[in-house]
């Protein structure tokens, strides 16, 4: 890694970004300690090394996650001197921020926004070689599971008739789509009341719910939350921080994405069309069609 001046707008943590000369990107240990308000090097470094071991225990060699070098500051006389200094990978600056002070509301947010940008790189991986009717299918079955398990999770909290979790349901929309509920969201896309909006979503749109739904089943389980309107609280509040990183990055609000115009359904007939063809490989496990939610 080299030292280059940070990039990025935005969230305080996309701003301390740096990228190296390869184009990859990193942060520096003294930049995210100041972000996260630590007055003094050697609390953090405490963190540092708690987030070392964790790297290793996931079978991560830590060297290529933390890169210990010595960076220059101009001290008040003018002169110059070393200090000790870390380059954090993504991943790195992620189990950093997991083990800094919790007390801190900063740390909360340093946490989102990690987990956000490691999930969207994963995503990246994932669906790079996919055609984008091929994303909307796998992550149309991704949210279909994950819903299912929200589902499961939220009924430990009190969430349990079906009224319960269609207003659970609108507390996440409302958080990330900024305050429409799910039968605003239809009516933008123009569709039938019997039609299911994530049937007619675009990938980006289908990831941020997913991603929306994936953290607060987390944070329900993490925070052993019992209560059900704390549960929707819990995800209006993970909505809004889901759509805050999209406003952060720049990128485009999901009621302002444009609907696709087929639906799930219609994309599952095409793909099974070109699959009896066989032009592609299948989307469908053992040739089941995806369950519907």
């Known amino acids: 890694m080299s030292d280059q001046t940070p990039t990025g707008a935005g969230s305080p943590f996309e701003q301390i970004r740096r990228e190296a000369d390869d184009g990859s990107e990193y942060w520096s240990a003294r930049d995210l300690a100041r972000v996260l308000g630590y007055a003094r090097w050697d609390k953090f470094r405490n963190a540092i090394r708690k987030a070392e071991v964790a790297c290793a225990n996931s079978g991560q060699d830590p060297a290529d996650h933390f890169s210990h070098v010595g960076t220059m500051v101009t001290i008040g006389s003018g002169a110059q001197r070393q200090i000790a200094d870390v380059y954090l990978s993504r991943y790195a600056a992620y189990l950093v921020v997991q083990n800094a002070d919790p007390e801190k509301e900063i740390v909360a947010l340093g946490q989102t926004y990690f987990a956000?940008?490691?999930?969207r790189a994963e995503a990246a991986d994932e669906l790079a070689s996919l055609t984008e009717q091929q994303r909307r299918l796998y992550l149309r079955r991704q949210l279909t599971d994950h819903n299912r398990q929200l589902a499961a999770t939220a009924r430990g909290a009190g969430v349990v008739e079906?009224?319960?979790?269609?207003?659970?349901?609108d507390h996440g929309y409302r958080g990330l789509y900024g305050g429409l509920r799910a039968?605003?969201?239809?009516?933008?896309?123009?569709?039938?009341?019997?039609?299911?909006?994530?049937?007619?979503?675009?990938?980006?749109?289908?990831?941020a719910?997913?991603?929306?739904?994936?953290?607060?089943?987390?944070?329900?389980?993490?925070?052993e939350i019992r209560d059900k309107e704390e549960a929707n609280r819990a995800h209006y509040t993970m909505g809004q921080k889901v759509r805050g990183f999209i406003q952060d990055v720049g990128g485009t609000l999901p009621e302002d994405l444009p609907t696709p115009p087929d639906s799930i359904q219609q994309v599952e007939r095409q793909e099974r069309k070109r699959l009896q063809q066989g032009s592609q490989t299948s989307m469908f496990p053992e040739d089941a069609p995806p369950e519907r939610d």
Request: hydrophobic fraction near 35%.
């Open 116 to 119: 956000v940008q490691t999930r």
């Open 162 to 169: 079906p009224r319960d979790f269609a207003i659970f349901q």
């Open 183 to 207: 039968r605003d969201i239809a009516a933008r896309k123009g569709l039938k009341p019997s039609q299911v909006i994530l049937d007619h979503m675009g990938s980006t749109e289908l990831a």
């Open 209 to 223: 719910n997913l991603f929306r739904a994936t953290q607060t089943e987390e944070q329900i389980r993490r925070e």
